[in-house]
């Protein structure tokens, strides 16, 4: 006999609760923090608490509630999509395992373009705050070398691959189709950019120095979360988008404030200038994903109209 599947029980329930014109979503949707609303584009919304599903997590961050999302997008008969609305994080305390295991019941139910969204910090000075950059490629020192790679362990079934490439991981197609719908929406020219996304585990934000580090590894942007989500997507053979919302510059001075030459000049009695180095506060992620969420939100859904369902 078999040994039932870990994932049966979320599936039995999800099963129970929706219409069948919802329970096989062709798009999920990931809204990250303060982009909760991304999910009221839907219509015919059925929303399922975390709670109620085995398996998954329960959000700590503001800014991230914990429920999945179940409705339609777009004319007629519409697309059925599914959004969390709500992400797990390592840093939280959060197994990897579970931090994925969204990812996983997303892909046993059907889905198969997958539209991830994040808050992020821009390490690319031209970068603006309000920037929705098109993730290309990323950078993650925690599964280089660490253990923060989700597929580390047996391999997750005979049909996942052992190896998973990551050269061609974000799709080609749907990047297209977010600058196409971009310019459906007459967004501005820099309202949308392209560049690589460096995943940390946080909870801290980067020191000056790792900033200027990971801005010369090659990163555009830095980011406490994506990675993962986009490993095990791309292991349940899904085509993923990443969409991250500049809304912070990583601070990265020229030059240091020199503690020592204060001191001399003040010993000399010479009059000192105290500089402040700007400081980055999840208030002010939460504040720009606020200002933000219609323009994310429009772009999301468009893009879903566009996306070519057969
Ligand atoms: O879930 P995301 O990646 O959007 O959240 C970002 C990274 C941290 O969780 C938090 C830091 O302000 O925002």
């Given at each position: 006999m078999t040994s ?11 099963a ?10 062709r798009?999920g949707?990931v809204c990250?923090s ?5 999910a ?22 503001e800014?991230?509630?914990s429920?999945l999302?179940f409705g339609?997008i777009g ?5 059925p999509?599914?959004?969390?609305l709500?992400?797990?994080h390592p ?14 019941i ?6 198969r373009d997958l539209i991830?969204t ?8 031209n970068?603006?705050?309000?920037t929705?950059v ?9 599964n280089?070398t660490?253990p923060?790679?989700p ?7 005979p049909?996942?691959?052992r190896f ?8 080609t ?19 949308l950019?392209?560049?690589v ?6 909870p ?12 010369a590894?090659g ?15 791309k292991?349940?053979?899904m085509?993923?988008?990443v969409l991250?919302?500049v809304?912070?510059p990583?601070?990265?001075?020229d ?5 020592k030459?204060?001191v ?11 500089p402040?180095m ?5 208030d002010?992620?939460?504040?720009v994903g606020?200002q933000?969420?219609?323009?994310m939100k ?7 109209e566009m996306?070519?369902?057969?």
């Amino acid at each position: 006999m078999t040994s039932p599947s870990p994932y049966a029980s979320t599936l039995d329930v999800l099963a129970g609760l929706l219409p069948p014109h919802l329970l096989q979503p062709r798009v999920g949707i990931v809204c990250g923090s303060g982009l909760s609303t991304l999910a009221s584009s839907l219509r015919d919304v059925h929303e399922v608490p975390y709670s109620a599903l085995d398996g998954f997590g329960k959000s700590t961050v503001e800014g991230h509630k914990s429920a999945l999302a179940f409705g339609l997008i777009g004319p007629g008969e519409g697309i059925p999509v599914v959004a969390m609305l709500g992400r797990f994080h390592p840093y939280e305390g959060h197994k990897l395992s579970t931090v994925v295991y969204p990812i996983r019941i997303l892909a046993k139910l059907g889905v198969r373009d997958l539209i991830i969204t994040n808050a992020s910090g821009g390490l690319n000075p031209n970068l603006a705050v309000g920037t929705i950059v098109v993730i290309q490629d990323h950078l993650a020192l925690p599964n280089l070398t660490g253990p923060l790679n989700p597929l580390l362990g047996p391999q997750t079934s005979p049909d996942h691959p052992r190896f998973v490439p990551l050269s061609d991981a974000y799709s080609t197609k749907l990047r297209r189709l977010a600058f196409l719908a971009a310019h459906d929406l007459s967004f501005d020219d820099d309202a949308l950019a392209e560049g690589v996304y460096a995943w940390v585990s946080g909870p801290t934000y980067e020191t000056p120095a790792e900033g200027r580090f990971l801005r010369a590894a090659g990163a555009d942007v830095v980011g406490m979360s994506t990675v993962p989500e986009v490993v095990v997507a791309k292991e349940e053979g899904m085509e993923v988008m990443v969409l991250s919302l500049v809304t912070n510059p990583v601070v990265i001075p020229d030059t240091y404030r020199s503690i020592k030459e204060e001191v001399k000049a003040e010993l000399a009695g010479k009059p000192v200038e105290l500089p402040v180095m700007p400081v980055v506060s999840h208030d002010d992620v939460l504040a720009v994903g606020r200002q933000k969420a219609e323009a994310m939100k429009q772009l999301v859904a468009r893009i879903i109209e566009m996306i070519p369902h057969v």
